[in-house]
């Protein structure tokens, strides 16, 4: 045999041996990935989704701020709290305190404090349990507009004119009256015309001179940017900050019998008016986009900081409604609202 065919045959024998060792070495070592069927059970199951407690609100149409409860809905806030809103379909703002204390739908989705007020001096059984919005200096609730040219400055330039509002009563009809009592024009529902009109229409009856001044909800810089109305004057002008509450109302055959449910709504409405202040575009975005509106027709508003209702924003209604014959005498602040389930609310000693 030659040389190299040992050379040859040594390799061979000596490659054939170590595939061999490799192919027969110890795998206990080795741990095989077991399926999920061959693992061994926890004993844990994943918990069930807890059930939502639904609660029937009303459908903003053509709003004209954020609409707390649609917003808080789109974040998810709701859900975290335990709650879904049932959309039931649009209820007139005059209509919610009937709308209430009939079932129609379980909370008033926040109006002015003046139909609070007077719905539980009419014998209504319903209780504010969280604020809504609040005037600020920037962004007050109402203003009353003139066309930039108007000589209309003052409270006694008003009188004999037409004062153009959204509806009769509470914040619109009164704040006019307020500010004209206010610096000295007496007995002034005698002293003006009131005109009724949408909202939405206010601004071009007014330029067309059907009107001499609109009272609307609208911020005041956007009427400075369109540069063709000034502003006579505010409800901030009036009451400072106190005059522009719109709380949330429950009747109080529903607290009594869910006051958990009303707990976590408080809860829930104040953490989206806390991120509504802080986002101010995205709650109008979001209002708009969910009620098919034009952003531009959604205005800022000044949101309650977490929900806590003062006193006096109620007191300063209780007065004036009072003054002017509109509810009979002796309604009090602790008939018209509490903050007993707002989780951020510290009673005073």
Same mark, same amino acid.
């Given at each position: 045999?030659?040389?190299?065919?040992?050379?040859?045959?040594?390799?061979?024998?000596?490659?054939?041996?170590?595939?061999?060792?490799?192919?027969?070495?110890?795998?206990?070592?080795?741990?095989?990935?077991?399926?999920?069927?061959?693992?061994?059970?926890?004993?844990?199951?994943?918990?069930?989704?807890?059930?939502?407690?639904?609660?029937?609100?009303?459908?903003?149409?053509?709003?004209?701020?954020?609409?707390?409860?649609?917003?808080?809905?789109?974040?998810?806030?709701?859900?975290?709290?335990?709650?879904?809103?049932?959309?039931?379909?649009?209820?007139?703002?005059?209509?919610?305190?009937?709308?209430?204390?009939?079932?129609?739908?379980?909370?008033?989705?926040?109006?002015?404090?003046?139909?609070?007020?007077?719905?539980?001096?009419?014998?209504?059984?319903?209780?504010?349990?969280?604020?809504?919005?609040?005037?600020?200096?920037?962004?007050?609730?109402?203003?009353?507009?003139?066309?930039?040219?108007?000589?209309?400055?003052?409270?006694?330039?008003?009188?004999?004119?037409?004062?153009?509002?959204?509806?009769?009563?509470?914040?619109?009809?009164?704040?006019?009256?307020?500010?004209?009592?206010?610096?000295?024009?007496?007995?002034?529902?005698?002293?003006? *015309?009131?005109?009724?009109?949408?909202?939405?229409?206010? *601004?071009?009856?007014?330029?067309?001179?059907?009107?001499?001044?609109?009272?609307?909800?609208?911020?005041?810089?956007?009427?400075?940017?369109?540069?063709?109305?000034?502003?006579?004057?505010?409800?901030?002008?009036?009451?400072?900050?106190?005059?522009?509450?719109?709380?949330?109302?429950?009747?109080?055959?529903?607290? *009594?019998?869910?006051?958990?449910?009303?707990?976590?709504?408080?809860?829930?409405?104040?953490?989206?008016?806390?991120?509504?202040?802080?986002?101010?575009?995205?709650?109008?975005?979001?209002?708009?986009?969910?009620?098919?509106?034009?952003? *531009?027709?959604?205005?800022?508003?000044?949101?309650?900081?977490?929900?806590?209702?003062?006193?006096?924003?109620?007191?300063?209604?209780?007065?004036?409604?009072?003054?002017?014959?509109?509810?009979?005498?002796?309604?009090?602040?602790?008939?018209?609202?509490?903050?007993?389930?707002?989780?951020?609310?510290?009673?005073?000693?």
């Amino acid at each position: 045999m030659s040389e190299i065919l040992k050379m040859n045959l040594l390799k061979f024998f000596f490659l054939f041996f170590i595939i061999f060792m490799v192919g027969c070495g110890d795998n206990s070592a080795k741990t095989p990935t077991p399926t999920p069927q061959a693992q061994a059970p926890t004993g844990k199951e994943t918990p069930a989704t807890p059930e939502l407690t639904v609660l029937k609100v009303p459908m903003p149409s053509e709003p004209t701020s954020p609409d707390i409860l649609v917003v808080g809905d789109d974040l998810g806030i709701f859900q975290k709290h335990g709650l879904k809103m049932d959309f039931v379909g649009v209820v007139p703002t005059p209509q919610y305190v009937a709308a209430v204390v009939s079932g129609r739908i379980d909370v008033s989705p926040g109006s002015h404090i003046n139909r609070t007020i007077a719905g539980i001096s009419a014998g209504a059984k319903i209780l504010a349990v969280a604020g809504k919005t609040e005037t600020s200096q920037r962004v007050p609730h109402m203003i009353g507009i003139v066309p930039k040219d108007s000589p209309i400055k003052e409270p006694a330039d008003l009188v004999g004119k037409k004062i153009g509002i959204p509806t009769i009563g509470g914040c619109n009809e009164y704040t006019p009256y307020a500010w004209l009592d206010k610096f000295g024009v007496k007995d002034p529902k005698t002293k003006v *015309e009131v005109i009724v009109l949408p909202e939405k229409n206010l *601004e071009q009856v007014l330029r067309q001179g059907e009107i001499d001044l609109a009272m609307i909800h609208k911020v005041p810089e956007d009427i400075v940017k369109q540069g063709e109305f000034k502003i006579v004057f505010s409800d901030y002008d009036i009451w400072g900050s106190e005059g522009g509450a719109t709380p949330f109302y429950f009747s109080t055959d529903y607290i *009594e019998k869910h006051p958990d449910t009303v707990k976590a709504f408080v809860a829930a409405v104040a953490e989206t008016m806390n991120w509504a202040n802080e986002h101010p575009y995205e709650a109008r975005a979001i209002t708009a986009r969910r009620t098919n509106t034009q952003v *531009e027709r959604v205005y800022e508003r000044y949101f309650t900081p977490n929900g806590i209702i003062r006193p006096e924003t109620a007191k300063v209604w209780i007065d004036l409604l009072t003054a002017f014959g509109e509810i009979k005498p002796g309604i009090t602040v602790d008939q018209v609202y509490t903050n007993k389930f707002n989780p951020y609310y510290k009673e005073e000693s």
